[in-house]
C-alpha cells in the first residue's frame, strides 16, 4: 500500500515531467505549424483557364517542404524554447500570487478570522507543517483550494459561502483535505499545469483579438496580418485547450482520493469531510472562476457551470474523481480511524 511519502515522491517526479513536457510539446506542435507556413510560403497560385479558379503549384524542383520549415525553425523555435522557459519560472515563483489576484482573494489574518486561522494552525501544528496564507473569496458558493510551490510558500482560498455555510467540523475536514494537498506536493504540480493552460488561452485570446483588430480596411497587409494572427490564435488554442489538459492527465485522478483519506487521519472524523463535500457539491460554482476556467483542477469540486465550454472540453481528461465515489470512500473509513 503507497504511503504519503511515496505519493510525494510521485508528485515530484510528475512534477518534472510537466517541466519537460510543455516546452517539449509546445516546440513539436510549434513546428507541424511552421511546415504548414512552409508550405504555403513557397507555394505560388496559378490561374487555370479550365476550372476557372486559381490552383496551387508547388516548384517540386525547389527544396523539399520540411527544408524551409527547418529554416524557420532555426529563426522562431529557440525564441519559443526561450518563452516557455520563461513562462516555468514565472509559474514556480510567481504562479500562486497571480492565481490568487485573478480570483481577487482577500488575505486575512489571525485577527480579520480568529476562529478560522486557528482550525488552520491548529491542523498544521498537529502535521509539522508551516501556516499557509489564507485568502476569503467574495462568493456566496461553496469551494475551496490550495496553491503554491511547496509548504513553506502554500495558500489556502476559501469562498465565503463555505466559512458560513458549513459546520465547523465540516470546514475543519475540507481546510485539512487543502491542506493534504499542500503536504502531498500537489500544489505544486498543479500551478505549474494551470498557470501553463491560462496563460496559452490567454495569449490565444490577444491573437484572436488582434486578428479581428488588423483585419479591418482593405489592403493586402492587412489581410495578412489578420491571417497571420488567427492562424496564431488556433496554434495557441489547439495546445491550451487540447494539448495541455492531456499532459494534465499526468495529474492523477487518485490525488483527490489520497486527499480526502489524509485529511480524514489528519481529522479523525471522515464523515464530516463527507458531510461537507455533499453539500459543496450542491453549489459549487464559483463566478470569477468563469473567466479562470483552467483553475477548476485545483479546487475541492468542479467549480465551472455546467454549460461552460470549457466544463465540456476538460470533461474529458476530468482529473476530480466523482462526488458520489469520494464521499462513499469517506464513509467506508468511519470507524476504522
Not at 525553425?73 to 514556480?92: K, R
Not at 473569496?137 to 469562498?159: C, K, M, Q, V, Y
Not at 464559483?286 to 475541492?300: F, K, N, P, R, T
Amino acid at each position: 500500500m503507497a504511503t504519503i511519502y511515496d505519493h510525494i515522491t510521485q508528485n515530484k517526479r510528475r512534477t518534472w515531467l510537466l517541466v519537460l513536457l510543455f516546452p517539449l510539446t509546445f516546440a513539436a506542435l510549434g513546428y507541424v505549424f511552421l511546415l504548414g507556413w512552409a508550405h504555403f510560403d513557397g507555394a505560388e497560385y496559378r490561374y487555370n483557364p479550365q476550372a476557372g479558379t486559381y490552383q496551387q503549384v508547388y516548384d517540386s524542383s525547389d527544396s523539399p517542404v520540411w527544408v524551409h520549415a527547418n529554416e524557420k525553425a532555426v529563426q522562431i523555435l529557440p525564441w519559443l524554447w526561450a518563452a516557455a522557459m520563461l513562462w516555468i519560472i514565472i509559474s514556480y515563483y510567481c504562479g500562486s500570487s497571480l492565481l490568487l489576484s485573478s480570483v481577487r482573494g482577500i488575505e486575512i489574518h489571525r485577527e480579520d478570522q480568529p476562529e478560522i486561522y486557528r482550525l488552520v494552525e491548529n491542523l498544521c501544528i498537529s502535521q509539522g507543517l508551516p501556516v499557509p496564507r489564507i485568502f476569503i473569496i467574495n462568493d456566496d458558493s461553496l469551494n475551496a483550494f490550495a496553491t503554491g510551490r511547496d509548504p513553506e510558500h502554500a495558500a489556502i482560498a476559501l469562498t465565503k459561502g463555505i466559512v458560513l455555510k458549513l459546520e465547523r467540523v465540516e470546514l475543519e475536514g475540507v481546510i485539512a483535505h487543502e491542506l493534504s494537498h499542500i503536504q502531498n506536493r500537489d500544489i505544486r504540480l498543479m500551478l505549474i499545469t494551470v498557470v501553463g493552460i491560462s496563460f496559452f488561452t490567454f495569449l490565444s485570446e490577444i491573437c484572436f483579438r488582434m486578428g479581428i483588430h488588423s483585419g479591418h480596411g482593405s489592403s493586402r497587409n492587412k489581410g495578412n496580418g489578420a491571417l497571420l494572427f488567427f492562424v496564431l490564435g488556433i496554434f495557441f488554442a489547439i495546445y491550451g485547450y487540447l494539448i495541455a489538459p492531456l499532459i494534465r492527465l499526468a495529474v492523477s485522478r487518485t490525488r483527490e482520493f489520497q486527499a480526502d483519506a489524509s485529511a480524514a487521519l489528519m481529522t479523525r472524523h471522515p464523515a464530516a469531510l463527507a458531510s461537507a463535500l455533499q453539500k459543496i457539491s450542491a453549489d459549487p460554482r464559483v463566478e470569477v472562476l468563469d473567466e479562470h476556467a483552467s483553475m477548476s483542477a485545483m479546487c475541492i469540486a468542479n467549480p465551472l457551470g455546467k454549460s461552460s465550454l470549457f466544463a465540456a472540453i476538460s470533461g474529458l481528461f476530468a482529473t476530480h474523481p466523482p462526488v458520489e465515489a469520494r464521499i462513499a470512500a469517506l464513509r467506508d473509513m468511519e470507524g476504522r480511524i
